[in-house]
């Protein structure tokens, strides 16, 4: 196996065909011994049935039905545990972030001999408020950090098997994925990403991914906050 595609799904249903469409054409430009994984987060529509219909298609396909919703990071983990690709492409089904852009990723690691490439978000949009508290949660991490994150860092990443391999190891239920991804180490390079226009409603709010990335109680006042803006 060369290629692993994860994705989670929550309440995704409108965007998986589509997804799985466009991110399937770029895989096999690059290899054709590639797996698509897709775990289901506890969604209430229609994506677990969507996904298995399109299982059935395309034997590639992996479906990973959680017993519950657990959250994005428990989400994204779970998939990264199955995987078994030479290279790994994490990227969210909500086509925010172009699936095209796995052709670039290759071309950046293999160029820059790294063992992941991830996106970073430029320029950054979406409401004053959200942008706002954004940008704080970065500087207060760093504050209290004794390691730097990248600002504006994506889902999005391609990464290899020794780099998953590492990163899998954390077993910590409440963790923060954007500092796991620092603290797994080995050569990692950012690569700017225009975000796409968005169709809809976003699977994972804002005060879900924001949550998921710090622990409680530091986000509650500006969960609070965001969710009014979301």
């Not at 590639?34 to 969604?43: H, M, Q, R, T």
């Not at 996904?51 to 657990?70: G, M, P, T, Y």
């Not at 959200?130 to 990443?157: C, G, K, M, Q």
Request: proline fraction near 5%; aromatic fraction near 12%.
């Amino acid at each position: 196996m060369q290629l692993s595609v994860v994705s989670t799904l929550f309440q995704s249903a409108p965007y998986i065909e589509e997804f799985y469409r466009r991110v399937r054409t770029e895989a096999e430009k690059i290899t054709p011994d590639a797996e698509f994984i897709l775990v289901n987060d506890g969604s209430t529509d229609r994506s677990l049935e969507v996904a298995l219909e399109l299982q059935k298609q395309d034997a590639r396909i992996r479906v990973v039905d959680l017993s519950r919703n657990f959250g994005h990071h428990k989400a994204m983990m779970t998939g990264l545990e199955h995987s078994q690709g030479d290279f790994v492409f994490l990227i969210d089904v909500d086509l925010e972030e172009p699936p095209e852009m796995l052709g670039t990723f290759f071309e950046s690691l293999d160029r820059e001999k790294a063992d992941a490439v991830y996106g970073v978000q430029s320029p950054r949009h979406g409401p004053w408020l959200t942008r706002t508290l954004a940008n704080l949660f970065y500087w207060v991490f760093e504050l209290l950090s004794d390691y730097r994150i990248p600002p504006h860092s994506l889902t999005a990443r391609l990464m290899t098997r020794r780099y998953v391999d590492q990163l899998v190891r954390y077993k910590e239920h409440l963790s923060n994925m954007i500092g796991l991804w620092e603290l797994t180490g080995f050569k990692q390079v950012a690569v700017g990403v225009r975000k796409s226009p968005f169709k809809g409603t976003t699977t994972y709010t804002f005060q879900r991914r924001f949550s998921a990335d710090w622990p409680q109680p530091f986000t509650r006042s500006l969960l609070s906050a965001a969710s009014r803006c979301d």
